[in-house]
C-alpha cells in the first residue's frame, strides 16, 4: 500500500519554475476573478443577489485581504497595506447575510486594492525562500492562496445563478460524451487502500495525513445520475413518498415545499430550468445539479442503492488496482487538462454523463474530477492524525455531525482547487451550490469472487 511517490509535479521544479507555476496560477485565478466581477455593472456587485451569498464586491476585497494577510504580511514580512480592513473581510466576523450592511469597499476601490496587493504579493513571490519554514516549503502558502482566490470564484459563479437578470456569462459547451456501450456500473475490489496524502505539496490539512483504510468490495455508478434519470424518480413520486427520506431530510422537504432539484420550473410541456439567467429544457443526459444531500440520498433510496462513503469515493478515484498505489487523480499523477475533467469555468455546465473518457479510472469510473460535486454520506471530520494548518478555522472548525462531504470539484471548480484527496464539506440542505451526486451499493451474492 502506498500513495503517490515523493515526487508530484510541484517537487520536481527548480525554484525558478516553482516561482514561475505560481505566478500562473495566481494569474489564471485572477483572470477569472476580473471575468466574473467585470461581467456586472457596479450596482449589481453591490447588490445581496441571495441571503445565501455576499455581495460580489465582498469576495472581491476580501481575495485581496487574505492574499495580504498571508503573502505580503507573513511570508513577505512586508508592512500591512490596509488594516482596518482585516476585521471587514474576515468571514468569522460577519455572516453572509450581514456583509451588505458593512462599510465596504466601493468597486473601484475594490479592484484598486486587489491589484495593489497583487503587485505586492508578486513581488514577494521574486524574493521569499521557498524553503525553511512549513509555510513556504514548496510555495505552499501561495498553492493556498491561490485555491483560495478559485474557491471564491466558484462562491461567485453561484451567486451569478442565484441572480435574476439578463445572462452575462457565456462559455462554449462541453463535450458530448462518446457513443458506444459503456457499463453503468462497477465492482470496486475490497481490501486496503491509502487515503489522504502526506505528499501533495498544496494539500489542505484535512486531506492529510495519509492513512490505510479497508474498504470492503462495492459497486458503484460509471457517472454521475442523469437529470433524465431523476425525472424518472420524480416521476414516481420520490418527493412524494416519505418512506424514501431520512427523518431530517423529509421534514426539510415538507418545511420548504421542495418537489424538484433548485431552478427547475414545471412548464405545460415538461421540465425547464434557469442556468445563469438562460431558461433551457431541462438537459436529459446531463448531470444533475442543485440537489440538496437529503435529495441525494432519497433517489438512492428510491434506486435501491445509497450514496458512496467517502473512503468508497476516494478509492474509486484513487486506487490503482495493478499497482496498488494510490494516484493523485483517477487518471494517474498528471495534472487535470481539458481532456481530463470540466474544471475551471470553462464551460457553465455540466457535460454529459460519460464524457471525458480520457478522465476515467482504472476501472473505468467516469467524472469524478469536474462537473458536479459529489455528495457522500460521511460527515466531515479529521483524519487520524490530523493536525490544524495554518489556522484553526480553516477546517477543524467544521468537524462534527452536522455538515456532509462532498468530492471532486464541479464545472465552477479550479483546477488548483481539485484533486483526488480533495474534501469538501456543506450543510446537507444546500442546493445554491454546483452538487449532484452518483449511487453506490454493496455487491449482491456472486457479484465478488
Ligand atoms: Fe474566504
Redesign the pocket.
Known sequence: MSETPESGPLLELSSQDLRAHVAGALTRARARSVALTDAVDDEDLIRQHSKLMSPLVWDLA??GS?EELWLVRDVGGREPLRPDLDDLYD?FQHSRADRRALPLLGPAEARAYVREVREKALDVLEKAPMSGRRLTESAFAFGMITQ?EQ??DETMLATHQLRRGEPVLHAPEPPHAPSGRRLAEVLVPGGRFTMGTSAEPWALDNERPAHEVDVPAFVLDTTPVTCGEYLEFLAGGGYAEQRFWSAAGWAYRQEHDITAPRFWHREPDGWWRTRFGVREPVPLREPVVHVSYYEAEAYANWAGKRLPTEAEWEKAARFDPVSGRSRRFPWGDEEPTEAHANLGQRHLRPAEAGAYPAGQSPLGVRQLIGDVWEWTSTDFHGYPGFGAFPYREYSEVFFGPEYKVLRGGSFGTGAVAVRGTFRNWDYPIRRQIFAGFRCARDPRPGEVA
Open positions: 476580501h481575495i487574505q468571514a483560495h474557491q471564491h
